[in-house]
């Protein structure tokens, strides 16, 4: 059965600090997706990982994925306000099969 | 492109009491997921539609749920009866279902309190 762990599950950071989130799972997959949630909003996709050391930038933000370590990390960059939210990665067995989530990092940006 | 729709938004019901939510996936989408999100927690799979057919419903709660596909589009998500452990958001996720990559598109889902 797939599990994924992520930690932290609670990050409180100061504005302009680095941080990373991690994203840890138990079966070989080489699909990893980070999803963004607001509070009372649905899912929004982030990042979309596809093979051993890919990895992605959008903003502040930075995705990667080491497929034999089993392991994605989530980088923040020069933290904002703006980023204030819960980070889910899920994980897809193989194609067209339902998304493993973790519990989730709820990421709190102060000044 | 219009995304994927739910409704209703928000819903109240007591204890024992029957419920249904509606999914409108996104136009051309083969495969439709339900999830449930308990509070504080990651989204859970209850249900995956490939057009009209059920590929996995290992965990849903068969005694009280049911979903079904009809004509492989719109999808509806019934709860009878509920308990307070019901109590979530209730995401339908939409995808292509070809090609390598195989994303999916989430809806606003519905928040359901069960009293």
């Known amino acids: 059965e797939l599990k994924v762990e992520q930690n932290p599950l609670f990050l409180s950071m100061q504005e302009g600090k680095n941080y990373t989130i991690y994203c840890n799972y138990s079966?070989?997959?080489?699909?990893l997706y980070w999803y963004r949630q607001d509070p009372g909003k649905s899912l929004e996709s982030l990042f979309v990982?596809?093979?051993?050391?890919a990895v992605k930038q959008e903003g502040r933000l930075m995705a990667s994925l080491d497929t034999k370590a089993r392991l994605s990390t989530l980088h923040i960059t020069a933290a904002v306000h703006d980023l204030s939210a819960t980070y889910f990665c899920?994980?897809?067995?193989?194609?067209?099969?339902?998304?493993?989530f973790g519990k989730g990092t709820r990421l709190s940006v102060i000044a | 492109e219009a995304g994927v729709a739910q409704s209703p938004r928000y819903k109240i019901i007591e204890k024992r009491q029957s419920v249904a939510f509606w999914c409108n996936p996104i136009?051309?989408?083969?495969?439709l997921y339900w999830y449930q999100q308990i509070l504080g927690q990651g989204p859970k799979l209850l249900i995956q539609?490939?057009?009209?057919?059920?590929?996995?419903d290992s965990q849903l709660p068969k005694d009280r749920f049911s979903a079904e596909r009809l004509k492989g589009v719109d999808s509806t998500l019934k709860i009878q009866p509920a308990k307070l452990e019901d109590s979530a958001v209730y995401l339908c996720?939409?995808?292509?279902?070809?090609?390598?990559?195989?994303?999916?598109?989430f809806g606003p889902g519905t928040r359901l309190t069960v009293t």
């Open positions: 996720a939409s995808s292509l279902s070809s090609g390598l990559l195989n994303e999916q598109y």
């Open positions: 079966t070989t997959s080489d699909r």
């Open positions: 136009s051309g989408h083969a495969t």
């Open positions: 899920a994980v897809e067995n193989s194609g067209n099969t339902p998304l493993v």
């Open positions: 990982l596809l093979s051993n050391g």
């Open positions: 539609f490939q057009n009209n057919g059920v590929v996995d």
